[in-house]
């Protein structure tokens, strides 16, 4: 299916997602995120997907949410929004596959937002991180206050979101918010090739063990673990298991389904 606002490309068990508003870096209001709520879902129907990638076109990853659209909001009209954009990020954060960021360029607001949803962030060096919120007298509202301190800590948190300061790629690496920082022209490359080395590993495992951390780091100790022991108990005898071993007693590599 074509969309208007964002380009999909499915080839060797991964999804390229491309926010293509490039003439507004790419900004969030209700047409993107209805477009992006729509890819999640396919993206959890679809078994022939194992991996997905995240970018933006031109400049920016996705600079924002549309304060063109924002600013008109308010009541049920900014709880709607709000909710809308919420409850996309957060099907996407548990969908049971890897999700790649490749932060190309900015990501403010509702874009530093999204790339949170990842469980890998590669970034440009020319990416530029932040939530400017506070400098627009509001606050984040796609879970910006919620997932940046279970990132890099209350602290440095409380700093980015307060402040609202915009911060480079190698500052986002170094509070643990990004994993890689590489120079442009080398992004994709090397989202791709993370890619490729997750498509190595069983699917059913990482759906397994990106379950137990998200639901792990939601709960206590004592409860985390077991949960953790109730999906253990669930790969046991999985096809993927089944292979795994029987790879390792051939001493070859497994072919995972």
């Known amino acids: 299916m074509a969309y208007q606002f964002i380009n999909?490309?499915?080839k060797d068990c991964k999804a390229t997602i491309t926010f293509n508003r490039p003439e507004a870096l790419n900004a969030l209001n209700?047409?993107?995120l209805t477009e992006l709520g729509e890819i999640v879902d396919d993206l959890y129907k679809d078994d022939d997907v194992k991996v997905v990638i995240l970018t933006g076109a031109g400049k920016a990853f996705v600079a924002g949410a549309d304060l063109k659209e924002m600013e008109s909001l308010r009541g049920a009209t900014a709880r709607a929004?709000?909710?809308?954009?919420?409850d996309i990020f957060r099907r996407l954060e548990l969908l049971p596959k890897p999700v790649i960021g490749a932060i190309n360029g900015f990501a403010l607001g509702g874009g530093s937002e999204l790339a949170l949803c990842c469980d890998f962030l590669i970034a440009?060096?020319?990416?530029?991180?932040g939530l400017p919120e506070t400098g627009l007298g509001v606050i984040p509202g796609f879970s910006g206050t919620q997932r940046l301190p279970r990132r890099i800590g209350v602290a440095k948190a409380k700093e980015w979101i307060f402040l609202g300061q915009n911060h480079t790629a190698q500052e986002a690496f170094e509070v643990g918010l990004v994993n890689k920082v590489v120079p442009p022209e080398k992004l994709m490359d090397e989202a791709h090739a993370l890619a490729d080395a997750l498509l190595q590993k069983s699917s059913s495992a990482i759906a397994l063990a990106k379950t137990a951390i998200h639901r792990g780091m939601e709960t206590d100790l004592d409860s985390a673990l077991e949960i953790e022991t109730g999906l253990v108990v669930a790969g046991f005898g999985s096809p993927d298991m089944l292979e795994g071993f029987q790879a390792f007693s051939e001493k070859r590599k497994p072919k995972f389904s």
């Open 8 to 10: 999909v490309e499915k």
């Open 30 to 32: 209700s047409a993107v």
């Open 81 to 86: 929004f709000t909710v809308k954009g919420r």
């Open 124 to 129: 440009s060096e020319k990416a530029i991180f």
